[in-house]
């Protein structure tokens, strides 16, 4: 039997950054951007507020960029504010390396796993699917879709009990899909 489970983001996660005003490491997206132009170079900035202070911080999006090498629509995104824009530039790798940033998923996701405990079947197949690129510990994911304790979970793998293509240690933020034998 195989059943669907997917992990989903509920809100941004916090940007993970040093604040200059007040040594706090939380910063919260707001959403806004701001972009500069100087002849026919524009610089493009994510702005960002710490979570104990409120001062803002700006994280390099463009820099220097030409503007024929932009393109329109997502020039225009920027203009507007677009709050989807601000999710896909805070997952995009280049931007956190650029930015020398890290993402805090912390309550900022859900396991959807279609309602109710896996059924009492001996075999279940479980695909695990991530909406969103988010670091989790397949542990913590199997104990809160199978109402199950992380230490029950531990021991189930180690009997091999529960089975995976990929290590179950860790931190995943890619699909996978592992096997429960009871």
């Not at 956190?96 to 309550?107: E, F, M, S």
């Amino acid at each position: 039997m195989l059943i669907n489970w997917v992990v989903a983001p509920t809100c941004l996660p916090l940007v993970v950054r040093r604040c200059h005003a007040c040594a706090s490491d939380r910063f919260r997206a707001s959403g806004k951007f701001r972009v500069n132009a100087n002849h026919k170079l524009l610089d493009a900035w994510l702005l960002v507020l710490c979570t104990r202070c409120g001062d803002t911080a700006k994280l390099t999006l463009l820099e220097r960029t030409n503007v024929r090498a932009i393109r329109p629509e997502l020039l225009d995104r920027l203009h507007h504010n677009d709050p989807g824009l601000t999710a896909e530039l805070l997952q995009d790798p280049g931007v956190q390396r650029r930015n020398r940033i890290a993402l805090d998923w912390d309550d900022a996701w859900r396991l959807d796993t279609g309602g109710g405990h896996p059924p009492d079947a001996d075999v279940i197949d479980v695909a695990v699917r991530f909406a969103a690129r988010i670091p989790v510990r397949p542990v913590r994911l199997i104990a809160e879709g199978c109402g199950l304790a992380r230490a029950e979970v531990e021991r189930l793998i180690a009997e091999g009990k529960i089975v995976s293509a990929v290590r179950l240690t860790g931190r995943l933020s890619g699909d996978f899909t592992f096997t429960l034998k009871r």
